[in-house]
């Protein structure tokens, strides 16, 4: 886990960027907004994959792959809502009665 191969940091990478680009013009001040705050972890957390410290890469490693997953569950919730449960890749949106 040390040294993450440069696809695995692709990976990770995608999920940091689904919230830094939600979060490109809100506001940094004040409360900020939920996907503000996951973009100015990852941030952080990428910082922390090149450090010295092996406990501190480690937990940066399982924020970010942690991350990742929120993106894609929360995507997988969205189709779901939209398509139903349906794998077909051609099915079209269902109706407010789920139809």
Same mark, same amino acid.
């Given at each position: 886990?040390?040294?993450?191969?440069?696809?695995?940091?692709?990976?990770?990478?995608?999920? =940091?960027?689904?919230? *830094? $680009?939600?979060?490109?013009? @809100?506001?940094? #001040?004040?409360?900020?907004?939920?996907?503000?705050?996951?973009?100015?972890? =990852?941030?952080?957390? *990428? $910082?922390?994959?090149?450090? @010295?410290?092996? #406990?501190?890469?480690?937990?940066?490693?399982?924020?970010?792959?942690?991350?990742?997953?929120?993106?894609?569950?929360?995507?997988?919730?969205?189709?779901?809502?939209?398509?139903?449960?349906?794998?077909?890749?051609?099915?079209?949106?269902?109706?407010?009665?789920?139809?």
């Amino acid at each position: 886990m040390d040294q993450l191969t440069q696809d695995h940091r692709a990976d990770l990478r995608a999920g =940091c960027n689904h919230y *830094e $680009n939600r979060a490109r013009f @809100l506001s940094r #001040e004040g409360n900020i907004e939920f996907v503000t705050l996951m973009a100015e972890a =990852c941030g952080a957390a *990428e $910082n922390s994959l090149g450090s @010295l410290r092996t #406990e501190e890469r480690q937990a940066a490693h399982l924020f970010l792959h942690r991350v990742l997953q929120l993106k894609d569950t929360i995507i997988d919730m969205n189709m779901r809502r939209v398509y139903g449960e349906t794998d077909n890749p051609f099915a079209k949106p269902q109706d407010a009665e789920g139809d």
